[in-house]
């Protein structure tokens, strides 16, 4: 309710602006002759005036019930008034028409007699339209917020209701089969699943990859790239992002150099910048949002002067799991468990731990009522010996390529923006370039271009510099050289 009320105030003060700049007009196109001498021998006109200028509202709430157009002694006049009904008459006896009885007025010295009435009738009009318009928004408002406020209702109950089934389901299991009691509950599966972030003090190392699939978006398509992120401490970090089509490397970023391939203008982009990811389930109150319901936060981009980057890619998995339904243990073999968790929203996380190892193996993020998921680590290792040859940028072999590169300047945030559309540009034409024939694809890509596009010329292009990447940093689909070693725990 508190929206409304915020609407309420806004309604006011919009009639409120609207009523006091009539007033002020009113006051300045109204003659000099028709104001009542109040303020000796000060312009009557020019007082008024400053006191609706100056007072606002209050000003022209004066204005209007002291020297309103009532209350014009020009029109109560008795010389005025018999003029009036003689010229009257002669209207209604079809001698003159209602502009030569307008002119005879201003003859005989009444001028604007009738202009006031008007300017206020027009004025009046106005504010009764404003007012009802007013009043047609605060009751669509109205009945906007209460709409949303029984939605809100009934995902409350359905996760209400969830909750139950899930208890009752516990309840039947632990019933039915006494066996699992040696079953490990969630909590102590949970301690094994990771924080992924060199500011983790017992975390010296991890490297991830997975899939990314972007489902909703403006393009119609689905969006999905494979991505690989490793880091070693102290401040060593490599964040790799591909194609799934042909394992061709679409972005690679360093402590403090970015590289991003960009088919459209068929080279390549060289960023002093360093990459950023985040990715947790967090609870925090917003403007918006005065409840403390886990939401999930999502942050890749590249960014300036950033201190220590290699602790800003963080992922923490663990947070996943406290969205609200107690995770638990869905399926076992002995070694290998499966524990999963339901949101609010009806999206589901999954995770498969091995207890031996004490290792998280893959986690998978399902969005409400999809089979696929929308993010996927399909390989978790934490604190393994990773190459060093992972870790350096490779300039030369770029310089070497025969590709075009081309350094690109930043100057602001808006710019860096602009940096992080492009990625998402060259996902985009490399869908459209793989065999999918989407017409609404290719013209939101010319439109985020700005120009048309020759898509054959730019399929040639496009091949070429596939072949020289994989060339470069190999088919990321097969992984990087497989990370060997005893687990540094």
Same mark, same amino acid.
Request: charged share 25%; glycine share 6%.
């Given at each position: 309710?508190? +929206?409304?009320?915020?609407?309420m ?6 009639f409120?602006?609207?009523?006091w ?14 104001f ?5 021998? %000060? ?18 709430a004066?204005?209007?019930f ?5 209350r ?51 004025g ?15 009751a ?10 029984e ?9 209400? /209701?969830? /909750?139950? /089934? #899930? ?10 089969a ?70 061709? $490397? ?6 403090? /150099? ?5 088919? %459209? ?7 002093d910048?360093?990459p ?15 409840? +403390?319901?886990p ?18 890619t963080? $992922? ?8 609200g339904?107690p995770?638990?243990?869905? #399926?076992?073999?002995g ?9 609010k ?8 731990l ?26 978790i ?9 992972r870790?350096?940028?490779? $300039? ?11 350094? %690109? ?18 996902? $985009?034409?490399r869908?459209?370039l ?9 013209? %939101? ?31 990321q689909?097969?992984?990087?050289e ?8």
């Amino acid at each position: 309710m508190f +929206d409304f009320f915020i609407m309420m105030i806004v309604s006011a003060a919009l009639f409120a602006m609207v009523f006091w700049l009539w007033a002020l007009l009113d006051c300045l196109l109204r003659p000099s002759g028709r104001f009542e001498r109040k303020f000796g021998n %000060v312009n009557s006109k020019l007082a008024w005036s400053a006191i609706i200028f100056f007072g606002n509202c209050i000003g022209a709430a004066a204005y209007f019930f002291i020297a309103g157009t009532r209350r014009h002694p020009a029109v109560s006049d008795p010389a005025v008034m018999e003029d009036r009904k003689r010229i009257k008459k002669m209207i209604a006896d079809g001698r003159v028409t209602p502009e030569e009885a307008e002119r005879l007025l201003l003859a005989l010295g009444h001028e604007g007699a009738t202009a006031g009435s008007r300017a206020a009738r027009i004025g009046y009009g106005l504010i009764i339209f404003l007012l009802f318009a007013c009043l047609a928004f605060l009751a669509f408002r109205y009945f906007s917020i209460k709409a949303d406020l029984e939605r809100k209702a009934v995902v409350e109950r359905k996760f209400e /209701q969830l /909750q139950k /089934q #899930t208890a009752a389901e516990k309840k039947s299991v632990t019933n039915a089969a006494p066996s699992t009691n040696n079953m490990p509950n969630a909590g102590e599966l949970l301690k094994h699943v990771p924080r992924l972030s060199l500011a983790e003090k017992d975390v010296s190392s991890f490297e991830t990859r997975g899939i990314f699939e972007m489902a909703e978006n403006k393009a119609g398509a689905p969006l999905k790239w494979g991505f690989i992120f490793s880091a070693k401490k102290p401040d060593q970090i490599a964040v790799r992002l591909f194609d799934l089509h042909d394992g061709a $490397m679409l972005f690679m970023g360093t402590a403090n /150099q970015c590289m991003l391939y960009d088919p %459209v203008s068929a080279e390549i982009l060289l960023f002093d910048l360093s990459p950023i990811f985040e990715l947790k389930t967090e609870r925090k109150k917003s403007a918006d949002n005065d409840s +403390d319901d886990p939401r999930l936060t999502f942050d890749f981009a590249m960014r300036r002067k950033v201190e220590n980057p290699a602790t800003r890619t963080v $992922m923490d998995l663990r947070s996943f799991f406290d969205v609200g339904i107690p995770p638990e243990v869905k #399926t076992a073999d002995g070694k290998n468990f499966i524990i999963e968790t339901k949101s609010k929203r009806g999206n589901r996380v999954v995770a498969q731990l091995n207890l031996p190892n004490k290792a998280c193996a893959m986690l998978k993020l399902y969005a409400d009522g999809l089979s696929v998921p929308m993010l996927a680590f399909n390989e978790i290792l934490v604190n393994q010996e990773i190459p060093k040859e992972r870790f350096p940028f490779p $300039m030369e072999s770029l310089l070497a390529s025969g590709l075009p590169i081309r350094r %690109v300047n930043i100057s602001d945030k808006l710019e860096i923006a602009g940096a992080m559309e492009k990625f998402i540009r060259t996902i $985009m034409v490399r869908l459209a370039l793989s065999g999918v024939d989407d017409q609404k694809l290719k013209r %939101v890509i010319e439109m985020m271009s700005m120009r048309k596009l020759n898509w054959d010329e730019l399929k040639k292009h496009d091949e070429k510099a596939s072949v020289i990447l994989r060339s470069i940093f190999g088919d990321q689909r097969a992984g990087p050289e497989k990370i060997t070693g005893p687990p540094l725990h």
